[in-house]
């Protein structure tokens, strides 16, 4: 799959494999992001103002890492054959931990569903042997 397509976009479905290659990915970039950011900052004294192009760079790559994690998560539910509106349900703290869980260990559906062809064809069965 796409990276970009795997981070920014709502649509489609994505299996356990897909997920954690987007999440470590997005987590990768975002931890790139913020070093690069403290590196560009260290030449600050401590009682200089706080420079708002650091600031704004930060917020926007912070939006930036809440979509893809957010959409990351709607596929997955996607997966489930639910609907992707249910990530939000990951802003509530303990709740959102424990289906952040949910969505980590069971597979989806092997079949088709609303929002994508399923990635599971079942294997066919062994014929027997006839002499």
């Known amino acids: 799959m796409n990276p970009l397509k795997l981070l920014w976009s709502f ?3 994505i299996a356990r494999l897909a997920y954690f290659a987007g999440i470590w990915l997005n987590t990768v970039w975002a931890a790139l ?19 708002l ?5 930060f ?14 998560m709607a596929k ?6 639910k609907s992707g ?13 424990m289906v952040m869980l949910f969505l980590h260990f069971p597979g989806g559906d092997d079949h088709d569903n609303a929002y994508g062809p399923g990635g ?7 014929q027997p042997i006839r002499i």
């Open 33 to 51: 992001a913020v070093a690069a950011i403290v590196y560009f900052d260290l030449g600050r004294k401590p009682g200089d103002p706080p420079d």
């Open 11 to 13: 649509r489609g479905r």
């Open 59 to 72: 917020l926007a790559g912070y939006v930036l890492f809440l979509w893809a994690w957010f959409a990351l």
């Open 120 to 126: 599971r064809k079942a294997a066919p069965l062994p």
């Open 76 to 81: 997955r539910f996607h997966d489930f054959g």
């Open 85 to 97: 509106w249910l990530s939000l349900l990951l802003i509530v703290p303990i709740f959102g931990f």
């Open 53 to 57: 192009v650091f600031g704004s760079i």
